[in-house]
């Protein structure tokens, strides 16, 4: 371990993305002139605030750490099988001053524990926040963390990219030259690691999703040692290691399920450690045709067929092979070779289909489908839904599920209050099929996904939000209007859509990847 630093400041500015680099940043450019930068360093998905400022504290994918922005604004973070970078600097330094300075002041309450000694403050915009900066500045704090606000604002406000957003963000910029004087002033500047980046961008007026706007994020930093040069891969997960490292504190041993942050390569010269990631791979299968749900290799078989609500195997046609509830086709579905099991359904613009009697009833319920990956998607794609699609419709009664390019979620609304599930794609999968079983545990407000017969995510929900999941029929291959797709002319292609009564256990997910001849 190379501690080389007495201090480390991280400044990151809500919604920035890597904006910056089409604007007057002149304090960044006087900053960062000798310094490792990148802008490309990677938002995680969901590309939200939560998600990412957890990451950041946290060292954790956003499905690893579970937090959101309902979540920490309401709920003390007291995760200790987590603990935040404030927590693992503490135990390293008992007395040492540490200071959060954020805007957006969930942060304060849910992503950084309460009880440890750490100097909290907020206010009601960044030109206040800063003189609150400065003075813990002038404390010395081993570790400052900052959070600027004001430019997401500007992007939702303004839209992302446009005149006013970047406008805020040179206006940022001078205050990051107050907090990087001040250290000048304090007279430690030379011993510290100062960095600046951003949680996320955006993409005309909002985020969420993974378009370049949304996930590319700039990270910079200078310090005596960092030679000026592009950093390698980075997200905002490994922000945590880099701190860690820079204070002389061990970086935990790399955990997909838990502290996965890394530190970049070519940001610390004598760090020679190589980054990993996992091989990305295309998935496809040889085609089966369909067997009879009854026969001795069908889904009955494997899946109690009792439980089986829905099942529609696509197979040149939208029957549903219960034969329970018969289907209306708006406009014209499309098939092709090359399914999982026999042929594949092409949905969207072009056709959906509306089971009128379906009924989800009080009952939990799992939706499970093959869906074929499309990284080229700007848009997200509405799968099924008992309600109008994510724009204007969020809050209205009912759920919609939803493909993007890179990841699937859930929207459930109430009418007057909606929540989101989101669950980004396996990091190893570039595109091909996937398999995504989505679980709804109603009494216990609980939602899990699948991804390949492996849960890849669960989460909480408010149990409110589904006392009229029936709003509207349930609509394959659009919402629930039957016009969101239609108005992002957007396709997908999928394979055996299933609905089950029930929720989904790891259990259930082995039969049914027998089923598939799927090894997990």
Known sequence: MNNTYKYVALIGIDGMGNFN????????????????????????????????????????????????????????????????????IREKYPDAYLAACNNWNPINIGIIEDGIGVDKHTAANDPELTPIILDCVAKKPKYLFVQFDDVDGAGHGCGYGNEGHLKKITEIDALVGQVYEAYKKAGILDETLFIVTADHGGWIRGHGGYTDGEKYVYFA??????????????????????????LGIDVPDYDANGFSGQIPEGLFPEYKKPYFRPEVRSVEYTPFPTPAIESREGLGVFIDKNRLRLALFLDNDLTDATAEYDETEIGLCKYYSGGVYGSRGEFGTTGCAVYEDFRFG???????????????????????????????????????????????????????????????????????????????????????????????HAGRFDKNLLTDIDALPLTVGNDALHSFNNENNTIFNMDDFLVFDGTFSDKDAKHLADYYKFTI
């Open 221 to 246: 930093a200078t310090g005596k040692g960092i030679e000026k040069s592009q950093v390698g891969y980075a997200t905002t997960k490994d922000y945590a290691a880099i701190v860690l490292y820079a």
């Open 362 to 456: 009080d009952n939990d319920f799992t939706i499970a489908a093959w869906l074929r990956i499309d990284r080229s998607l700007i848009y997200e794609t509405d799968i099924c839904a008992t309600k109008g699609g994510c724009g204007k419709n969020r809050k209205d009664k009912g759920f919609v599920v939803v493909m993007r390019n890179n990841d699937t979620f859930i929207n459930i609304g109430i009418g007057d209050d909606d929540d989101d599930f989101i669950t980004a794609f396996p990091e190893d999968i570039k595109d091909g099929w996937i398999h995504m079983a989505l679980s709804v545990d109603r009494k216990n407000g609980e939602i899990k996904c699948y991804y390949n017969f492996r849960l890849a």
């Open 21 to 88: 680099q089409h604007t007057e940043t002149p304090c960044m450019d006087a900053i960062f002139a000798n310094g490792a930068v990148t802008y490309d360093a990677l938002s995680l998905d969901p590309t939200i605030s939560a998600q990412n400022w957890g990451a950041m504290l946290l060292g954790a994918m956003p499905a690893v750490h579970g937090l959101t922005n309902s979540i920490v604004s309401a709920h003390p973070y007291t995760n200790d099988a987590l603990p935040s970078v404030f927590k693992r």
